[in-house]
């Protein structure tokens, strides 16, 4: 078992800057696909970005394409999401997971299944 553990959260004012942490307890084991989701109250987990742990180009969610990076530490086994730009529609919970992808791409349709407790951003 993993454990995901985010850090970085807080409140910014609208057209500033965050960058959240999401360090693993552990090393998961082949290939491994790592994301980062946000959720407001009484709406669905949506998808920001995600990214194969071995590299290769992130896939980003429209709404946040251009605007967020995500990238990793792999030495540090930790995930970061730098969000620029930011607007109030951006305030939610922020989550990153986890999930074993074997010989298959790394997308955010993919149903991660290791998650963290998530970190609140508020753009206000």
């Known amino acids: 078992h993993v454990q995901l553990v985010e850090s970085g959260g807080g409140s910014v004012q609208p057209g500033g800057s965050l960058t959240l942490s999401c360090a693993a307890s552990?090393?998961?084991?082949?290939?491994?696909?790592m994301g980062w989701f946000r959720q407001t109250p009484g709406t669905r987990r949506q998808a920001l970005a995600v990214?194969?742990?071995?590299?290769?180009?992130?896939d980003y969610a429209a709404s946040v394409k251009g605007r967020f990076t995500i990238y990793q530490d792999n030495a540090k086994n930790t995930l970061f999401l730098r969000m620029s730009r930011l607007k109030p529609d951006d305030t939610a919970m922020y989550y990153c997971?986890?999930?074993?992808?074997?010989?298959?791409?790394?997308?955010?349709?993919?149903?991660?299944?290791?998650w963290g407790q998530g970190t609140q951003v508020t753009v206000s």
């Open positions: 997971a986890a999930v074993r992808i074997y010989g298959n791409l790394c997308s955010r349709n993919y149903d991660f299944n290791y």
């Open positions: 552990r090393i998961l084991n082949g290939r491994v696909c």
């Open positions: 990214i194969d742990r071995a590299g290769g180009a992130a």
